[in-house]
Structures are given as structure tokens and as C-alpha cells.
């Protein structure tokens, strides 16, 4: 199980967090509000195609993906959201749309828009939709070296 994995890595890496179960949320937003963990340090994990390489995108539970911003970005010529089919023989641990923020683990480069880094938490599905890990940004940082930039924008709904 993905929890297990991450776990393992962050107290391998003696970084402090804190586990939180709750009732299953499908979306960073209803896992947000459940939880009482603010929007903007709950993350949500996005899985591009540039190219035809796969890219992790890390934004706050309220934005969306910019796929003309990250085109530019990563100098791109094509970038769409990647076909969950073709990317999760990669996250064999995970639940579909639960998978962790943490790239580096999976062979992928991590893109994290800016407001997340400009929290001193980020909160996270950590391969399941019950259970939320919460941890300090700059660990996640340490741990990840995301690029950070502007790869998304709010969602309005």
C-alpha cells in the first residue's frame, strides 16, 4: 500500500508527519473540507503528457491546471492532461487519483505552483482516498526538489 511506501520514505528521512484518517473524498476539495485542512495547503496531484513524457503537477485543492502556461513551461509542443490508463502501471500501490506528491519516487519531475510553496505545510492523499498525510513544506521540498513556477490557476465554479 502507498501509505506504507510513503511513510517508510519520510521516516527514513526522519521527517515528522502526521497521518489523518477520514471518510472517502474523491476530490482535494471534499478531502480538504473533511479534514479541516485549508485549501490552499491541500494538494492535489495531476499527472501531464508533455511530449509524451509524463510530468507530476502539484497545485493547491482550488486551481487547475494552466496547460498553455505549463506548454510554456517545460517548452513543450504538446501538454495535456495524461490518460490515467497509460500512467498507472506507474503507481501500482495507489488508488486512481490518489497518488502522492512525491515524484521523485516514481521517476517522474515534479512541477508545484507557487502558492503551495508559499505555505509552511503541505497536506496530501498519500495513495489512498481515507487518509491524508500532513507534513512541513520545507521537508517536502528537501525531499522532492520541485520546480516551482506558475502552472495553474483558480478554479471557478
Known amino acids: 500500500m502507498a501509505m506504507s511506501k510513503i511513510k517508510e520514505y519520510l521516516d527514513n528521512n526522519k521527517v515528522h508527519y502526521t497521518s489523518i484518517e477520514h471518510p472517502e473524498r474523491y476530490t ?13 495547503e491541500m494538494a492535489k496531484t495531476v499527472i501531464v503528457d508533455a511530449d509524451g513524457r509524463f510530468y507530476m503537477v502539484v497545485l493547491p485543492a482550488h486551481f487547475h491546471v494552466d496547460l498553455d502556461g505549463l506548454k510554456e513551461t517545460l517548452g513543450a509542443t504538446k501538454v495535456d492532461l495524461a490518460d490515467e490508463e ?28 507557487k502558492e503551495l510553496a508559499d505555505d509552511d505545510e503541505i497536506a496530501f492523499n498519500a495513495g489512498t482516498h481515507k487518509e491524508v498525510i500532513k507534513i512541513a513544506y520545507k521537508d517536502f521540498e528537501n525531499l522532492v526538489h520541485p520546480n516551482v513556477c506558475n502552472v495553474a490557476v483558480v478554479q471557478h465554479t
Request: contains cysteine; hydrophobic residues 35%.
Open 28 to 40: 482535494a476539495q471534499g478531502t480538504a473540507q473533511v479534514t479541516h485542512i485549508k485549501g490552499k
Open 86 to 113: 497509460k500512467f498507472t502501471r506507474r503507481f501500482p500501490e495507489c488508488e486512481v487519483g490518489a497518488m502522492p506528491p512525491f515524484g521523485n519516487l516514481y521517476g517522474m519531475d515534479v512541477y508545484v505552483q
